[in-house]
């Protein structure tokens, strides 16, 4: 970050460019994720898979894919849907929107059909795949109809949210034939309609969603293999917000990394091909660590990783997702699959 931008302290360390800021704010939390790890009884894995290299989706839909970035998502795992159809998305779409509309009007019966001024529609997303054995992503979408001045009728999209599974062979692999797979969902829009949504799908696909909160474990995995991305244009500082324990008007530290400096870093510390191991992920949070102490004499190891910004994407340990390259968007959902498997197995 710049020196001389207000309210920031660099380091005095040639070549480095590593700034820190304290601020007051209230921290909200959902609680720790829950979950059993299919492998070490709810730990984190010692090693994950390199996130795959950037390609093309062919059948993807860039109108749909650039509609996902920049919102901010809330993040939940969803247990299988049993006889979800994609044939039978039309009629979805008909029976939620009178489900959403006697919600809105309190409970008050309403016919399918009707034109009740709220629309939902169901549609797929194509190119959200990590492989072949993964089913295709859905959009769900809420509109509201309004009139316009000069009397027009317009659809204004108000709530959405989608449902995916990249590289999330590990569950496919035990799930019978009647259920479809989908444990990422990721919410945009007011909570009520959230709600609503979530529990016609319960009612409906037998099925169970849990926000999905992140550790500080796996925050930093996030901030490690996020800064191992290229980014050709819009690269933008490595941040990392601790929160301060035993302060009751909650303290905050913000750590801004150059990614220049990031990524350098991350280049000397990932050495093995292929995968990304828990040692390198603590080795490189170590080196930061060490030169914040170095120069503010901060323990950071004491605090806690509530939130993670970088290029690629931000996130928050409460659940809360903001996606910003679309490049890396498959490597970026494929983290978030395996997470959301876990906190359901």
Known sequence: MDASEPGKATAAEPGAHLASTTTTTTTLSRGPAAGRSRLLFGHTPLRRAAPPSPAPQENADPQKIAFLLRKQWALYSVTPLYKFSYANMK?????????????????????????????????????????????????????????????????????????????GDDLLENVPEDFTCLPLFLANGAETYTAIIGTWFQKTFDCCFSRLTISPLNLAWMAAMWTGYKVDSHAVATELIFSVPCIPQGLDISYAIHPEDAQALWGTVQNTQGEVTQEEVD???DCLYSHFHRHFKIHLSATRLVKVSTSIASVHSDGNLKILQSKYLIGVLMLLTELAILQIQ
């Open 91 to 167: 009629q979805y779409s008909r029976h939620l929107s009178a489900f959403v509309a006697a919600e809105k009007q309190k409970g008050l019966a309403v016919e399918v059909g009707i034109d009740l001024g709220i629309k939902v529609i169901f549609s797929t997303l194509l190119g959200l795949k990590g492989t072949d054995r993964d089913q295709a992503a859905i959009l769900v979408q809420i509109a509201s109809k309004t009139q316009t001045t000069s009397g027009k009728e317009e659809e204004k999209v108000v709530w959405s949210g989608w449902f995916c599974c990249v590289f």
């Open 283 to 285: 080795l490189f949070m």
